[in-house]
């Protein structure tokens, strides 16, 4: 075995914001490639498939546990290379999202203080193409290096090769799961390019012309504080669900029987439904608790774990709301929290 930075039957539940899960059989924190590359050698000795952690922030563990050797990645390094009007910033898997976007807004670079305060790391970006207040990593995202575990080498995907979509990417498929994200390049610009259609964002800045990066990136954490539970204290994953993307025949005979249902078109024509609203206003279900779970009483859209709850219980209750959704609006939904 590799000694120091290799366990065995590591409980999983304190690794993750949901704050549940079973052990790992096999437990690894990385903090360098030599590291990555050790681990994942040992892994296909012992023939046993390979999870990577990195927040923890976007994931519900069953409660038997995972017969896996999960990989801790902590990889971090941030660096700035400058162009024209712009700026390359490459940033190791295991640094802490707000971290690297607090050190961005305080060079003044523009593009990622949309995703300020939320919770994770870098590598999680790419794989869930993380997205906010308008904005969506991939975006952004110029490049992202991975360790391929089939072909035993480090690669460098461009953005083409990602193939970001709504909560989506290659990442997510079964070719992209062999792939673990070592770093990940984005490009931001040295010109103000404020990105305030989103409707909270809007009403936040009414008042105001023309608002600092930093102002930005404030009003983020302030909206986002008043929206979301604080995950240091009861377990949550953010938003559980993603919203519903339908056809426009569809949305069009929801906004029939609910005329004030939000309804954004897409470019493809289809229209993304908002999952928050028929949680609250079409099924009631805000507020919703059965036991140590519930949703969210200031926002439908997120679990929450109030102590003790099962990963089971989660998915139970999960069933629940899906049911219920299905019921109203005929609409089968996704969940956007990744599930080992």
Request: aromatic content about 14%; charged content about 30%; cysteine-free.
């Given at each position: 075995m590799?000694?120091?930075?290799?366990?065995?039957?590591v409980s999983l539940a304190p690794y993750t914001t949901l704050k549940v899960g079973g052990k790992a059989k096999y437990f690894a924190v990385v903090k360098n490639e030599e590291e990555l590359k050790e681990v994942c050698s040992e892994a296909r000795r012992l023939d046993l498939p390979v999870l990577v952690l990195g927040g923890g922030s976007n994931l519900l563990i069953s409660d038997e546990g995972i017969d896996a050797v999960v990989i801790k990645n902590e990889i971090e390094g941030i660096l700035y290379q400058e162009l024209d009007d712009e700026v390359l910033v490459t940033a190791g898997g295991g640094e802490v999202w707000d971290d690297l976007v607090s050190d961005i807004v305080g060079r003044n670079l523009w593009g990622l203080e949309n995703l300020s305060a939320i919770p994770g790391t870098v590598g999680a970006t790419p794989i869930q193409n993380v997205g906010a207040y308008g904005v969506e990593a991939g975006e952004l995202i110029e490049s992202v290096?991975?360790?391929d575990i089939d072909k035993d080498d480090f690669i460098t995907l461009s953005v083409a090769d990602c193939h970001f979509a709504y909560r989506d990417s290659f990442f997510k498929t079964a070719g992209g799961r062999r792939n673990i994200i070592v770093s990940v390049t984005y490009r931001?610009?040295?010109?103000?390019?404020?990105?305030?259609?989103?409707?909270?964002?809007?009403?936040?800045?009414?008042a105001i012309a023309n608002p600092s990066l930093q102002e930005v990136r404030q009003a983020i954490i302030n909206t986002r504080a008043g929206k979301f539970p604080d995950w240091t204290k009861v377990?949550?994953?953010?938003?559980?669900?993603?919203?519903?993307?339908?056809?426009?025949?569809?949305?069009?005979?929801?906004v029939k029987e609910y005329p004030t249902l939000p309804v954004f078109v897409q470019e493809d024509g289809r229209a993304k439904i908002s999952l928050g609203y028929i949680l609250d206003k079409i099924c009631g279900l805000r507020g919703l608790r059965e036991g140590d779970v519930g949703l969210y009483e200031k926002q439908a859209l997120i679990l929450v774990n109030y102590g003790g709850a099962?990963?089971?219980?989660?998915?139970?209750?999960?069933q629940?709301?899906?049911?219920?959704?299905?019921e109203k609006t005929k609409i089968k939904i996704e969940q956007e929290v990744n599930c080992w």
């Open positions: 590799i000694s120091g930075i290799w366990k065995e039957d290096r991975v360790y931001l610009s040295k010109k103000p390019r404020p990105r305030l259609l989103y409707k909270d964002l809007a009403e936040y800045f009414k377990g949550t994953a953010g938003s559980f669900f993603k919203n519903p993307i339908i056809s426009s025949e569809e949305a069009a005979e929801l099962s990963a089971l219980e989660i998915k139970e209750f999960v629940k709301i899906s049911d219920a959704v299905f």
